[in-house]
Protein backbone atom coordinates (compact mmCIF):
# COMPACT_ATOMS: atom_id res chain seq x y z
CA UNK A 1 0.00 0.00 0.00
CA UNK A 2 0.93 3.51 -0.23
CA UNK A 3 1.96 5.30 3.13
CA UNK A 4 3.35 8.76 4.14
CA UNK A 5 6.47 7.60 5.81
CA UNK A 6 8.90 10.03 8.07
CA UNK A 7 12.46 10.14 7.07
CA UNK A 8 13.99 13.18 9.51
CA UNK A 9 13.10 16.70 10.53
CA UNK A 10 11.14 18.19 7.30
CA UNK A 11 11.02 14.81 5.15
CA UNK A 12 8.13 13.02 4.36
CA UNK A 13 7.69 10.73 1.70
CA UNK A 14 4.97 8.89 0.29
CA UNK A 15 6.10 5.26 0.02
CA UNK A 16 5.21 1.39 -1.12
CA UNK A 17 4.82 -0.54 2.55
CA UNK A 18 3.54 -3.91 3.25
CA UNK A 19 -0.10 -4.28 3.84
CA UNK A 20 -1.59 -4.27 7.39
CA UNK A 21 -2.15 -7.75 8.66
CA UNK A 22 -4.40 -8.97 11.82
CA UNK A 23 -2.04 -10.17 14.56
CA UNK A 24 -4.71 -9.77 17.54
CA UNK A 25 -7.87 -11.44 17.99
CA UNK A 26 -9.45 -8.04 18.95
CA UNK A 27 -7.61 -6.15 15.73
CA UNK A 28 -9.64 -4.59 12.35
CA UNK A 29 -8.42 -3.70 9.57
CA UNK A 30 -9.68 -0.56 7.49
CA UNK A 31 -9.91 0.69 3.89
CA UNK A 32 -9.16 4.63 4.85
CA UNK A 33 -11.25 7.17 3.06
CA UNK A 34 -10.28 10.05 4.92
CA UNK A 35 -7.22 11.26 6.79
CA UNK A 36 -5.35 14.59 7.55
CA UNK A 37 -2.42 16.56 8.86
CA UNK A 38 -3.05 17.25 12.06
CA UNK A 39 -0.72 21.01 14.33
CA UNK A 40 0.40 18.31 16.20
CA UNK A 41 2.04 16.09 13.25
CA UNK A 42 4.11 19.06 13.19
CA UNK A 43 5.62 18.42 16.04
CA UNK A 44 7.11 15.73 14.52
CA UNK A 45 7.67 17.26 11.40
CA UNK A 46 9.97 19.20 12.72
CA UNK A 47 11.37 16.48 14.60
CA UNK A 48 10.46 17.72 18.15
CA UNK A 49 8.99 14.18 19.68
CA UNK A 50 12.13 11.80 20.21
CA UNK A 51 11.86 8.32 19.41
CA UNK A 52 11.20 8.31 15.79
CA UNK A 53 12.10 6.02 13.16
CA UNK A 54 12.74 6.42 9.39
CA UNK A 55 10.01 4.91 7.66
CA UNK A 56 7.43 5.41 10.59
CA UNK A 57 3.82 5.92 9.31
CA UNK A 58 2.72 9.11 10.72
CA UNK A 59 -1.46 10.17 10.77
CA UNK A 60 -3.82 9.61 13.56
CA UNK A 61 -6.91 11.37 11.93
CA UNK A 62 -8.53 8.72 9.93
CA UNK A 63 -11.59 7.00 9.31
CA UNK A 64 -12.71 4.26 6.54
CA UNK A 65 -14.99 0.99 6.03
CA UNK A 66 -13.80 -1.93 7.67
CA UNK A 67 -12.17 -4.77 5.58
CA UNK A 68 -10.83 -7.19 8.14
CA UNK A 69 -11.82 -8.33 11.43
CA UNK A 70 -10.40 -10.40 14.04
CA UNK A 71 -12.02 -13.18 15.66
CA UNK A 72 -13.13 -11.41 19.13
CA UNK A 73 -14.73 -7.50 16.99
CA UNK A 74 -18.46 -8.07 17.50
CA UNK A 75 -19.47 -4.13 17.54
CA UNK A 76 -18.50 -3.79 13.98
CA UNK A 77 -19.30 -6.18 10.35
CA UNK A 78 -17.20 -5.68 7.41
CA UNK A 79 -18.38 -2.89 4.92
CA UNK A 80 -19.11 -0.20 8.03
CA UNK A 81 -17.81 3.02 7.69
CA UNK A 82 -15.95 3.74 10.80
CA UNK A 83 -14.10 6.53 12.79
CA UNK A 84 -11.03 5.73 14.75
CA UNK A 85 -9.87 7.60 17.72
CA UNK A 86 -6.41 9.09 18.03
CA UNK A 87 -6.06 6.91 21.18
CA UNK A 88 -5.70 3.67 22.08
CA UNK A 89 -7.29 2.11 24.68
CA UNK A 90 -8.27 -1.09 25.63
CA UNK A 91 -11.52 -0.94 27.07
CA UNK A 92 -10.92 -2.89 30.52
CA UNK A 93 -7.89 -0.98 32.80
CA UNK A 94 -8.66 1.06 35.42
CA UNK A 95 -8.45 3.99 33.76
CA UNK A 96 -10.77 2.75 30.71
CA UNK A 97 -13.48 2.14 33.42
CA UNK A 98 -13.31 5.75 34.61
CA UNK A 99 -13.38 7.27 31.23
CA UNK A 100 -9.87 8.22 30.87
CA UNK A 101 -9.08 6.85 27.76
CA UNK A 102 -5.99 8.61 26.44
CA UNK A 103 -4.41 6.91 29.99
CA UNK A 104 -5.38 3.53 29.31
CA UNK A 105 -2.54 0.91 30.95
CA UNK A 106 -2.07 -1.39 28.35
CA UNK A 107 -1.97 -0.36 25.03
CA UNK A 108 1.18 1.33 24.82
CA UNK A 109 3.88 -1.52 24.19
CA UNK A 110 6.51 1.03 24.88
CA UNK A 111 5.29 2.02 28.34
CA UNK A 112 8.57 1.93 29.72
CA UNK A 113 9.74 4.57 27.15
CA UNK A 114 7.22 6.79 28.94
CA UNK A 115 7.68 6.04 32.34
CA UNK A 116 11.23 6.98 31.98
CA UNK A 117 10.26 10.71 30.78
CA UNK A 118 6.94 10.77 32.92
CA UNK A 119 6.63 8.45 35.37
CA UNK A 120 3.93 6.63 34.16
CA UNK A 121 2.61 6.01 30.39
CA UNK A 122 -0.46 7.66 28.51
CA UNK A 123 -1.97 5.03 25.78
CA UNK A 124 -0.55 4.49 22.61
CA UNK A 125 -1.23 6.60 19.71
CA UNK A 126 -1.75 6.12 16.51
CA UNK A 127 1.25 7.91 13.76
CA UNK A 128 3.24 9.34 16.75
CA UNK A 129 6.35 8.02 17.94
CA UNK A 130 7.64 4.89 19.83
CA UNK A 131 7.61 6.69 23.25
CA UNK A 132 3.41 6.28 22.76
CA UNK A 133 3.69 2.90 20.87
CA UNK A 134 5.37 2.61 17.48
CA UNK A 135 1.76 2.36 15.74
CA UNK A 136 1.77 3.04 12.01
CA UNK A 137 -0.48 5.56 11.26
CA UNK A 138 -3.20 6.71 9.05
CA UNK A 139 -2.13 8.81 6.46
CA UNK A 140 -2.18 5.79 4.04
CA UNK A 141 -4.36 3.35 1.86
CA UNK A 142 -4.75 0.99 4.87
CA UNK A 143 -4.50 1.07 8.78
CA UNK A 144 -4.44 -1.97 11.43
CA UNK A 145 -6.89 -1.02 14.72
CA UNK A 146 -5.92 -2.32 17.96
CA UNK A 147 -8.10 -3.36 20.13
CA UNK A 148 -10.98 -2.21 17.50
CA UNK A 149 -13.64 -3.69 19.68
CA UNK A 150 -13.40 -1.02 21.41
CA UNK A 151 -11.82 2.11 19.29
CA UNK A 152 -14.14 1.52 16.30
CA UNK A 153 -16.93 3.81 15.94
CA UNK A 154 -19.78 3.56 13.68
CA UNK A 155 -21.14 6.51 11.46
CA UNK A 156 -24.60 6.10 10.73
CA UNK A 157 -25.88 6.87 6.76
CA UNK A 158 -26.60 10.13 5.55
CA UNK A 159 -23.26 11.45 6.96
CA UNK A 160 -20.17 12.76 4.67
CA UNK A 161 -16.66 11.95 6.27
CA UNK A 162 -15.66 15.84 5.98
CA UNK A 163 -18.77 16.52 8.86
CA UNK A 164 -17.35 13.38 10.80
CA UNK A 165 -13.56 12.51 10.14
CA UNK A 166 -12.70 15.36 12.98
CA UNK A 167 -14.62 12.77 15.80
CA UNK A 168 -10.81 11.09 15.45
CA UNK A 169 -9.45 14.13 17.22
CA UNK A 170 -9.45 17.82 16.77
CA UNK A 171 -13.20 18.19 17.49
CA UNK A 172 -13.07 16.17 20.74
CA UNK A 173 -9.37 17.66 21.63
CA UNK A 174 -11.64 21.46 21.23
CA UNK A 175 -14.54 20.35 23.51
CA UNK A 176 -12.45 18.68 26.15
CA UNK A 177 -10.58 21.93 26.13
CA UNK A 178 -13.67 23.89 26.93
CA UNK A 179 -15.12 21.67 28.93
CA UNK A 180 -11.82 21.49 31.13
CA UNK A 181 -12.11 25.64 31.17
CA UNK A 182 -15.82 24.92 33.65
CA UNK A 183 -17.50 27.46 31.99
CA UNK A 184 -20.15 29.22 33.73
CA UNK A 185 -23.53 30.79 32.38
CA UNK A 186 -21.91 34.85 31.61
CA UNK A 187 -18.02 33.59 31.22
CA UNK A 188 -15.60 35.13 29.16
CA UNK A 189 -12.86 32.60 27.63
CA UNK A 190 -9.84 33.39 25.81
CA UNK A 191 -8.44 30.84 22.97
CA UNK A 192 -4.57 31.21 22.41
CA UNK A 193 -4.82 29.96 18.89
CA UNK A 194 -7.02 29.72 15.97
CA UNK A 195 -5.89 26.55 14.07
CA UNK A 196 -8.24 24.13 13.73
CA UNK A 197 -8.13 22.71 17.26
CA UNK A 198 -8.74 26.65 18.54
CA UNK A 199 -11.58 26.88 16.19
CA UNK A 200 -13.25 23.82 17.39
CA UNK A 201 -12.64 25.12 21.18
CA UNK A 202 -14.45 28.52 20.55
CA UNK A 203 -16.81 26.48 18.93
CA UNK A 204 -17.22 24.22 21.82
CA UNK A 205 -17.24 27.24 24.40
CA UNK A 206 -20.30 28.91 22.99
CA UNK A 207 -22.20 25.51 23.25
CA UNK A 208 -20.92 24.99 26.90
CA UNK A 209 -22.88 28.26 27.38
CA UNK A 210 -19.71 30.99 27.37
CA UNK A 211 -21.12 34.60 26.98
CA UNK A 212 -17.65 36.07 25.27
CA UNK A 213 -15.09 34.12 23.37
CA UNK A 214 -11.84 36.07 22.66
CA UNK A 215 -9.35 34.75 20.37
CA UNK A 216 -5.94 35.06 19.96
CA UNK A 217 -3.77 34.66 16.96
CA UNK A 218 -1.21 36.74 14.54
CA UNK A 219 -2.93 34.50 11.14
CA UNK A 220 -5.34 36.92 9.37
CA UNK A 221 -7.51 33.90 7.78
CA UNK A 222 -7.44 32.43 11.21
CA UNK A 223 -8.73 35.45 13.09
CA UNK A 224 -10.98 35.72 9.89
CA UNK A 225 -12.48 32.31 10.34
CA UNK A 226 -12.77 33.16 14.30
CA UNK A 227 -15.10 36.09 13.80
CA UNK A 228 -16.76 34.71 10.76
CA UNK A 229 -17.65 31.42 11.36
CA UNK A 230 -18.30 31.58 15.86
CA UNK A 231 -18.74 35.22 16.38
CA UNK A 232 -15.37 35.54 18.53
CA UNK A 233 -13.93 38.90 19.41
CA UNK A 234 -10.37 38.60 18.29
CA UNK A 235 -6.86 39.94 19.14
CA UNK A 236 -3.99 40.16 16.72
CA UNK A 237 -0.77 39.79 18.93
CA UNK A 238 1.57 41.06 16.31
CA UNK A 239 -0.79 44.30 16.56
CA UNK A 240 -1.13 44.80 20.39
CA UNK A 241 -0.37 43.13 23.53
CA UNK A 242 -2.44 40.16 24.38
CA UNK A 243 -2.04 40.57 28.30
CA UNK A 244 -2.87 44.20 28.25
CA UNK A 245 -5.69 43.64 25.36
CA UNK A 246 -7.84 41.20 27.56
CA UNK A 247 -7.57 43.51 30.79
CA UNK A 248 -9.36 46.67 28.73
CA UNK A 249 -12.18 44.26 27.26
CA UNK A 250 -12.68 42.19 30.60
CA UNK A 251 -12.86 45.63 32.71
CA UNK A 252 -9.08 45.17 34.32
CA UNK A 253 -10.37 42.29 35.78
CA UNK A 254 -8.99 39.22 32.93
CA UNK A 255 -11.05 36.23 31.15
CA UNK A 256 -12.57 33.78 33.27
CA UNK A 257 -10.98 31.40 31.61
CA UNK A 258 -8.00 30.58 29.14
CA UNK A 259 -7.41 28.04 26.56
CA UNK A 260 -3.75 26.92 25.64
CA UNK A 261 -4.43 25.53 21.77
CA UNK A 262 -1.11 26.38 20.42
CA UNK A 263 1.35 23.93 22.76
CA UNK A 264 4.84 23.62 22.44
CA UNK A 265 6.13 25.50 19.34
CA UNK A 266 4.21 29.09 19.85
CA UNK A 267 5.75 31.92 17.71
CA UNK A 268 5.88 35.41 19.95
CA UNK A 269 6.99 38.88 19.65
CA UNK A 270 9.03 39.09 22.97
CA UNK A 271 12.17 39.09 24.37
CA UNK A 272 10.77 34.99 25.86
CA UNK A 273 10.06 34.09 22.34
CA UNK A 274 13.93 34.77 21.57
CA UNK A 275 14.98 33.29 24.15
CA UNK A 276 12.86 29.99 23.54
CA UNK A 277 14.11 29.73 20.11
CA UNK A 278 17.86 30.50 21.00
CA UNK A 279 17.68 27.38 24.39
CA UNK A 280 15.86 25.23 21.84
CA UNK A 281 18.13 25.67 18.88
CA UNK A 282 20.95 24.17 20.96
CA UNK A 283 18.40 21.17 22.79
CA UNK A 284 18.65 22.89 26.44
CA UNK A 285 15.21 23.43 25.98
CA UNK A 286 12.28 21.22 24.54
CA UNK A 287 9.24 23.83 23.94
CA UNK A 288 8.68 26.82 23.25
CA UNK A 289 6.08 27.93 26.11
CA UNK A 290 4.54 31.81 25.18
CA UNK A 291 1.26 31.14 25.10
CA UNK A 292 1.25 29.04 28.32
CA UNK A 293 3.29 31.90 29.89
CA UNK A 294 0.53 34.30 28.51
CA UNK A 295 -2.30 32.29 29.61
CA UNK A 296 -0.71 32.22 32.93
CA UNK A 297 -0.22 35.55 33.70
CA UNK A 298 -3.88 36.70 31.96
CA UNK A 299 -6.04 34.45 33.68
CA UNK A 300 -8.11 36.26 36.50
CA UNK A 301 -7.67 35.59 39.80
CA UNK A 302 -9.12 32.11 41.11
CA UNK A 303 -9.66 31.23 36.74
CA UNK A 304 -9.34 28.10 35.25
CA UNK A 305 -6.70 27.52 32.74
CA UNK A 306 -7.06 24.59 29.96
CA UNK A 307 -4.33 22.90 27.97
CA UNK A 308 -4.88 21.29 24.50
CA UNK A 309 -1.30 22.80 22.93
CA UNK A 310 0.73 19.20 23.07
CA UNK A 311 3.82 19.92 25.05
CA UNK A 312 6.34 17.58 25.01
CA UNK A 313 8.79 18.19 27.71
CA UNK A 314 10.51 20.26 29.73
CA UNK A 315 9.77 24.32 29.82
CA UNK A 316 11.71 26.95 31.06
CA UNK A 317 10.39 30.28 32.99
CA UNK A 318 7.02 29.46 33.73
CA UNK A 319 5.37 32.15 35.86
CA UNK A 320 4.37 29.60 38.61
CA UNK A 321 4.03 32.71 41.37
CA UNK A 322 1.41 34.74 38.68
CA UNK A 323 -0.28 30.83 39.37
CA UNK A 324 0.22 30.13 42.63
CA UNK A 325 -0.87 33.81 44.25
CA UNK A 326 -3.59 33.84 41.83
CA UNK A 327 -5.16 30.52 42.93
CA UNK A 328 -5.14 28.99 39.29
CA UNK A 329 -6.69 25.63 38.49
CA UNK A 330 -5.17 23.82 35.52
CA UNK A 331 -6.54 20.58 33.17
CA UNK A 332 -4.71 19.32 30.43
CA UNK A 333 -3.83 16.17 28.37
CA UNK A 334 -4.45 13.73 25.58
CA UNK A 335 -7.83 14.06 24.58
CA UNK A 336 -10.33 10.79 25.73
CA UNK A 337 -11.84 10.90 22.66
CA UNK A 338 -14.36 7.47 23.51
CA UNK A 339 -16.07 10.02 25.85
CA UNK A 340 -17.12 12.67 23.22
CA UNK A 341 -18.17 10.31 19.93
CA UNK A 342 -21.79 10.35 21.03
CA UNK A 343 -22.73 13.15 22.46
CA UNK A 344 -20.59 15.17 19.54
CA UNK A 345 -22.06 13.08 16.71
CA UNK A 346 -25.21 14.15 18.22
CA UNK A 347 -24.19 17.93 17.93
CA UNK A 348 -23.58 17.55 14.27
CA UNK A 349 -26.69 15.38 13.17
CA UNK A 350 -28.67 18.22 14.75
CA UNK A 351 -27.00 20.71 13.05
CA UNK A 352 -25.54 22.68 15.94
CA UNK A 353 -22.07 22.50 14.08
CA UNK A 354 -20.66 21.26 10.66
CA UNK A 355 -17.05 20.41 11.80
CA UNK A 356 -16.29 20.60 8.16
CA UNK A 357 -16.19 24.28 8.30
CA UNK A 358 -12.42 24.38 8.91
CA UNK A 359 -11.24 22.43 5.87
CA UNK A 360 -9.22 24.40 3.36
CA UNK A 361 -7.33 21.98 1.36
CA UNK A 362 -8.15 18.60 -0.32
CA UNK A 363 -5.33 16.74 -1.78
CA UNK A 364 -4.73 13.32 -3.02
CA UNK A 365 -2.42 10.90 -0.33
CA UNK A 366 0.97 11.54 -3.04
CA UNK A 367 0.53 15.13 -2.63
CA UNK A 368 1.07 15.15 1.55
CA UNK A 369 4.82 16.42 1.15
CA UNK A 370 3.16 19.49 -0.21
CA UNK A 371 0.33 19.22 2.04
CA UNK A 372 2.98 19.83 5.07
CA UNK A 373 4.67 22.18 3.29
CA UNK A 374 1.70 24.23 3.05
CA UNK A 375 0.26 23.48 6.47
CA UNK A 376 3.19 24.11 8.59
CA UNK A 377 3.97 27.87 6.73
CA UNK A 378 0.42 29.06 6.44
CA UNK A 379 0.28 29.46 2.61
CA UNK A 380 -2.41 29.44 0.23
CA UNK A 381 -4.84 30.44 3.60
CA UNK A 382 -3.83 26.99 4.67
CA UNK A 383 -5.90 26.56 7.89
CA UNK A 384 -7.09 22.49 7.54
CA UNK A 385 -5.68 19.69 5.41
CA UNK A 386 -7.74 16.63 4.72
CA UNK A 387 -5.93 13.41 2.61
CA UNK A 388 -8.04 11.40 0.26
CA UNK A 389 -6.22 7.90 -0.37
Known amino acids: MKAVCWHGANDVRVETVPDPK ?11 TSTAICGSDLHLYDGFIPTMEKGDILGHEFMGEVVELGSEVKN ?9 PFTISCG ?6 RDLWSLCDNSNPN ?16 GYSHLFGGYAGGQAEYARVPFADVGLFKIPDGLTDDQVLFLTDIFPTGYMAAENCQIEPGDTVAVWGCGPVGQFAIKSAYLLGAQRVIAIDRIPERLQMAKEQSNAEIINYEEVDPGEALKEMTGGRGPDACLDAVGMEAHGTGLDAFYDKAKQAVRLETDR ?22 YGGFLD ?28 LEHIQ ?40
Not at 76 to 84: A, F, H, L, N
Open 92 to 97: NCFFCN
Open 317 to 344: KIPMGAAFNKGLSFKMGQTHVHRYLKPL
Open 22 to 32: IINPRDAIIKI
Open 111 to 126: AWMAEKMMGHSPSGLF
Open 350 to 389: NGKIDPSFVITHKMNLEDTPKGYEIFKHKKDNCIKVVLKP
Open 289 to 310: PTALRQVMVACRKGGRVSLAGV
Open 76 to 84: VKIGDRVVV
